[in-house]
Structure formats: C-alpha cells, structure tokens
C-alpha cells in the first residue's frame, strides 16, 4: 500500500495554530502566575504569524486539498483573516478584565486559540464531515470558555444552557446533512450540488433534509425562532467571553451559509428563500423591539445582535453574487461595530465592577470625552446612520433585496431599523445628557485607548470610503463561487 | 443462513434479552453493571456473525473493557441510595411500558417494510480474506485523514476544558508546602520581646 502525503501548502495556517496552541499549553505550565503575561504575548504573535502565513499563501485562486475535503479559495481567506483580526481584539481588550477576574489564565487563550482553529476549519470545507467536526470544534471550545469563571452561577447557567441547546441544534443538522446525503450520496458539497442540480435526487427528501439544516443553521446563527440562548449567554458570559462570542464566530456562522446553502445546496434557492424570509423578518422584529425593553446593556445587544443578523439574511436570501458579497460585507461591519461596542464595556469595567448596565454609561461624556466619543460611532453606526460602516452595510442589503424584486421587505427592514434607531440613541443621549450617578474616574490603558481608537477610525473611515471593503467582498465572493 | 448459525444467534439473543432485563431488576446495582457487561457481551457477539469484527472487537476492548469497569468503580465508590432510586417505579410503569410497546411496533413496521427488504438483497457477499478492520483501518488514515485528525483536536480541547473547568485548589484544604518550610528563618518562628525583669518579692 501506499500514502500519498497530501498537498500541504493551503493548509499551513492552520497547522501552524494547532502547533503554536499545544505549544503554548505546555509553556503556560512552567509560567508563573507573576508572568502571565508571556502567555499573552505568546498568542499575539501566535496570531500574527498564522495571520502572515495566511497572506503569503493567497494565490488568487481555489485549492484543495486532502482529497477535495479541504478548500482555500479567496472568500476563506478572507474570511480567515477577519477572525483572526477578530480574535486578537478579543484578546487584547479584554487583557485587564480578565486580570481583575482571576480569568487571566493560559487555558482562556488557548480555547480561544482552538475556537478560532475550528472557525477556520468550518470557513475551509468543502466536506459535510468536516463542517461538522469545525462547528463542534468551535462549540465545545465556547461552552469551556463560558462556563470558565466557575464560581459565578450565572456563567454556569449561560454554558448550560448553550450547551444543551448546541447539542439540539447540532442533532437537528446532522439529520438534515443524513438526509442530503441519502438523497445525493455523497459528502462532498460540490457533489451533492451537482446531484441535485441534474435532477437526480428525490425532491421530498431533499427538502426535508433542508428544513433541519436551515433549523440547525438558525442556531448558530442566533436567529428567530433560535435565538433562546443568545440573550442569556451574552448576559451570563464574563463579557471578555461576550466579545469573543458576538465577533468571530459570525464569521463561522456566515461561512457555515455560504459553504451548505449557496455552496451545497444552491440550486433549491427557491426553497431556502422563503424559509430565510421568515427567518430574518421575525429575527428583525423581535430583535429591535425586545431590545427597547432592556436596561442591561449587554442584554440590549444581544437583541440587537439578532436583529442584526436577520439584517445578514437578508442579503444572503437575495440569492445573488451582489447579494452574498453585500451579506460578507454586513457581516465584516458587524463584527467591527461589535467588538466596539463590548471592548467599550470591558474598558469601563474595574475590579468588582461590571458596567453592563445602561445606567452605569449616564454621564460618560464628563468622566472621559475619549470613551463617550468612541461609543457615539459605535452606536451612529450600530443604527445605520450615515457617516458610519453600519449605513453602508444596511444600504449594500437592501439594494440587494431591492433587486432580487421584494419590495416589502425592504420597506419592512428600512421600519424595523427606525424602530432600533431608538435604543441607540438612547445609549448616546445617557452619555451625554444625563448627570453621571458613578464619580470614581477611569483607568485607561494607553494600548486600550490605541486600539478602540482605531476600531472607531476603521467604523468611521469605511463609512466615508467604504467602495475598498465592498470591492474586497465583491471580487472574494466572485472568485469563489463559479470561479 | 444455516440451522446452526440460527442456533449460535438464538443463544446470543436470548441472552442478551435476558441480561438486558437483569440489568433493570436486579436489586444491586453492582449486579446491574455485570448485567450491562454481559449483555455487551453479547451483542459483541452478533456483530461477529454480521462478520463486522472491528465493531465487535472494539465493543468488547471499549464499552466491556474500559467504560464499564469505570461505571463499576463509579457505583462502587459513590453512595448510590437505592430506595430513592427504585421510588415511582410502579407508577412510571405504564408510560415506560406504553413507549416500549410503541417502539417494538415501529421496529416491526419499519423492518418488515418493503424498503428495508430490498436493501440487503443487492449486495454481494463480501470476498473471503477481506478484513474490515483493514479496510476500515485504510480509509481512516488516507481518505479520512484529516476529519480524523479534527477529531483528535476535539478530544484535546475536551481535555483541555474538563481540566480548566474542574482543576483549583480547595480553600479550605490544608497543605504544606516543603520549599517554603526548609527556607524558615528562627525569626519568622520566633518572636522575642524585650520586658522588664520582674522581681519576686
């Protein structure tokens, strides 16, 4: 017998992160809790070489490796690198909470490490197996990272909570993807793409295959009617864990859509539009009009999170390449406007506080311009007010719904973000209308100041030249799909 | 099938019944977890008619092997109250027996079903000398090889996550520590105070 060796190159990010990760794992033993720190840096620049590997190794082109099961195409790297940005954000955010909270530990940075592994491996395949093994990667990893400040009741709760309904969801999916391939007999999603395209496979199964793999999708997603779990988990989660779960596995979760549902199952687009239309129109009005009731800010966004996301349907429901590239664009704005939003709360927070309430933002303006400045993009943006990211990405959407020739749902959308314009503004009137309630001034790291600052630099430069970003998402999506 | 294979698969059977029933009667529960073994045994068995011999084999070396002499220390070691356990038995009888039933005749349905006819009848018989384990063997470490590798990721963060979440050290346990005791100073012991001398009278 013989072994041919696959072709490694596509993969080398990769194998660089297992690497580094196990690496690190043992280093942290020999660490002192004094010098924690180094366990830290080490992962920086762990994910600056993946991030380097991963630029080098672009060709313009598709690979794929380990017999067609692995795929590197311009949309996956990408997307790769928006998590990777992602996850070194998350990590040097939350740098100073997770000090105060007995969080600042070697095990935090290396699930992190292996949720971002699972992400890149669920944005590269090409495989219904290797999809899911990505997305349990990614799962078991958060449900540690959740459940990881152990004394807190309500974290124990959140991890319980996303656990069970993960392990629904992924039986859901897994049914689903049982019942593609008994219909298509095969794995590989460009096979069952093909097979369902010549017209081969039985219609019933297949579209009941669909109905439990959207159900599945929907999960991950955090959309209406799935959506139980991310209210809870954003409010129970240190919110150095919140950051990680609202950004990058967005990214994964957007992948997840693009590789099973336009990638797999592309030619019954017919029959996912119409569940995607019920799907995001009740996740955009249950989303902003449950947000208004909430005075728990990171409750707030997590409504607002599902509303945003039945924002990221709409673009993929539109069923075109100008739709897909709008949708990767919304989501890239998101994950921007995110990571703002939940770094401001991490930087406002201190040792035995937690500034997760709106009440605890009344008066920022007073006790620190900067900040109070840096949540007023956030927010603009968050609400889709011109001179932000947010306005491009909601307008790139619905012009995108507006050619695919629904109307309806575009003027439904345009309301539905009238009606969320309002607790944003409510966040910025707090800060800089109202008398602050707390005096006790705030500590700023300069590398937090840096790095929010550039955050909000990034939400308002793309809001005022956003044609770079949209073109990156446009040529990503054209070169991946039917390239 | 032969009369005496008919023979081997009966007494496999009937034991495997039999000890599937010892396992939710017996009154000890260490006797139950032999009544699990057993009954793994058993189906070990079948599997090896089926001429699936990693799946029996694998049974056998894991569940009967590993999992079950783990289970047995569990009950041995944590006090399990019986009399709490066995509470509500007869009243959740009729719902258990009424889901029982349903499923035997969801089996009977689906397996005497036209479909489920059809399905082994095209198959051609396996050629002698093909081992399964190889076959499975081979598959898992070139085609698969890469799920396969995921999965070992998985098990790693599962690893990682059990330890992280269960590992800290308890407050109120007390505990030396001998670098600390050898490095002891007669000054951090002792403390000397300067009084005046007291007189007897």
């Given amino acids: 017998m013989t072994f041919a060796t696959p072709y490694l190159a596509p993969v080398y990010p990769e194998i660089f992160l297992l690497t580094a990760l196990s690496a690190i794992l043992m280093l942290d033993l020999f660490i002192s809790d004094s010098k924690r720190f180094l366990t830290y840096a080490y992962s920086q620049l762990a994910l600056l070489v993946t991030a380097a590997l991963l630029v080098m190794g672009a060709s313009g082109h598709a690979l794929s490796t380990f017999g067609g099961m692995f795929i590197d195409d311009p949309m996956a790297r990408t997307l790769k690198l928006v998590a990777i940005v992602a996850v070194s954000f998350v990590m040097a955010y939350s740098r100073t909470y997770n000090q105060s909270r007995g969080l600042f530990r070697g095990e935090f940075y290396v699930l992190l490490m292996f949720a971002l592994l699972g992400i890149m491996v669920m944005i590269s395949a090409n495989h219904f197996l290797v999809l899911y093994l990505g997305l349990e990667l990614l799962s078991l990893s958060m449900c540690a990272l959740i459940a990881l400040q152990r004394d807190s009741a309500r974290a124990s709760e959140a991890a319980m909570k996303y656990f069970v309904l993960a392990a629904l969801a992924s039986g859901l999916l897994l049914y689903g993807l049982s019942m593609l391939y008994g219909a298509t007999g095969s794995l590989f999603m460009p096979m069952v793409a093909n097979a369902i395209a010549s017209g081969a496979a039985d219609p019933a199964i297949l579209v009941f295959g669909l109905v439990f793999v959207v159900a599945g999708l929907s999960f991950k997603l955090g959309v209406v009617p799935f959506h139980m779990w991310v209210p809870d988990v954003y409010e129970g989660s240190p919110t150095a864990v919140t950051l990680f779960v609202s950004t990058a596995p967005k990214v994964a979760a957007f992948a997840f859509f693009m590789r099973l549902l336009v990638g797999a199952l592309g030619p019954m687009v017919s029959d996912w539009q119409s569940m995607l239309v019920i799907v995001a129109v009740l996740s955009m009005l249950l989303g902003n009009v449950t947000a208004i009731a909430q005075t728990n800010l990171k409750r707030m966004l997590a409504y607002s999170t599902i509303s945003h996301m039945g924002f990221l349907l709409l673009g993929i429901l539109s069923g075109s390449l100008a739709g897909y590239a709008s949708a990767m664009f919304y989501m890239v704005a998101y994950v921007m406007m995110s990571l703002g939003a939940f770094g401001l709360i991490l930087m406002l927070s201190r040792d035995g506080f937690e500034a997760d309430q709106l009440e605890d933002l009344k008066g920022l303006n007073k006790r620190s311009p900067w900040y109070a400045f840096m949540m007023l993009l956030v927010m603009i943006s968050m609400a889709g007010i011109p001179v932000s990211v947010g306005f491009f990405a909601k307008l790139s959407v619905l012009s995108a719904v507006l050619d695919a020739g629904m109307t309806w749902l575009v003027v439904f959308a345009v309301m539905m973000s009238l009606i969320g314009a309002f607790y944003y503004l409510r966040v910025i009137k707090l800060m800089y209308m109202d008398e602050p309630v707390e005096e006790s001034p705030l500590v700023a790291e300069t590398d937090h100041r840096v790095l929010i600052g550039l955050n909000a630099l990034a939400i308002l430069v793309l809001g005022i030249v956003p044609q770079p970003l949209i073109d990156l998402c446009m040529a990503s999506i054209g070169q991946s799909l039917r390239g | ?201």
Avoid: C
């Avoid at chain 2, 081992?131 to 590798?149: K, Q």
């Fill in chain 2, 1 to 201: 099938m032969t009369d005496f294979s008919v023979l081997i698969f009966s007494a496999f059977a009937l034991v495997l019944l039999g000890a599937a029933v010892g396992v939710i009667t017996a009154r000890n529960p260490v006797h139950a977890a032999l009544f699990l073994v057993l009954a793994f045994f058993n189906g070990a068995g079948l599997w090896m008619m089926l001429e699936a011999e990693f799946l029996s084999i694998a049974l056998v070396l894991v569940y009967v092997g590993a999992v079950m002499v783990l289970f047995l220390f569990v009950v041995m070691m944590l006090n399990v109250d019986l009399a709490r356990l066995r509470e509500g038995f007869w009243k959740h009888l009729p719902l258990g027996l009424g889901v029982g039933l349903l499923m035997v005749v969801e089996m009977v349905l689906v397996v005497s079903s036209k479909q489920f006819a059809s399905l082994g009848a095209g198959m051609a018989p396996a050629a002698p000398g093909v081992s399964n384990t190889r076959e499975l063997g081979l598959l898992l470490y070139t085609d698969y090889v890469y799920p396969f590798e995921l999965a070992a990721v998985i098990l790693l963060v599962a690893i990682v996550a059990a330890i992280a979440l269960t590992l800290r050290r308890r407050k109120d346990s007390r505990y030396m520590d001998p670098a600390q005791q050898v490095r002891v100073k007669a000054a951090d012991r002792i403390r000397i105070v300067a009084m005046r001398a007291e007189k007897d009278r």
